[in-house]
């Protein structure tokens, strides 16, 4: 069975992979994007998704949806961080929908401001 996967239900082909698999591929590339600060376990109930040792924040798989919780950098306009959110979850999460929960908003000022502000102070 040489290229072909494994579902949660033990079906072989090309359907979505297991839900850690989905949940840690869409985690690692969300927390790639420059507009997120992080991932969020945000409200109840929690997003957080089940994995072997510590459980992962921030994206949950389900069989209709994957859900992902973000906490968002500081000046990018919401609905924009939340669009690019599910472009790059969309690809990774098969025929789930993705919804997209932004829990907070981190006040991260960037090392060249501060040394901006350094310089001329």
């Known amino acids: 069975m040489t290229g072909s996967t494994l579902d949660q239900a033990g079906r072989t082909g090309a359907e979505a992979p297991p839900s850690v698999e989905v949940a840690e591929r869409v985690a690692a590339a969300v927390s790639a994007l420059p ?10 109930p929690p997003v957080a998704g089940l994995q072997v040792g510590v459980p992962m924040s921030g994206v949950s798989v389900w069989d209709d949806a994957v859900e992902i919780g973000v906490v968002a950098r500081f000046g990018r306009p919401l609905e924009e961080l ?39 102070g």
């Open 35 to 44: 507009g997120v600060a992080g991932l969020a376990t945000g409200c109840l």
């Open 82 to 120: 939340a669009d690019d959110v599910r472009a790059v979850a969309r690809p990774l999460a098969g025929d789930r929908r993705v919804d997209v929960l932004i829990a907070d908003i981190a006040d991260i000022v960037e090392d060249d401001e501060t040394d901006a502000d350094d310089a001329t």
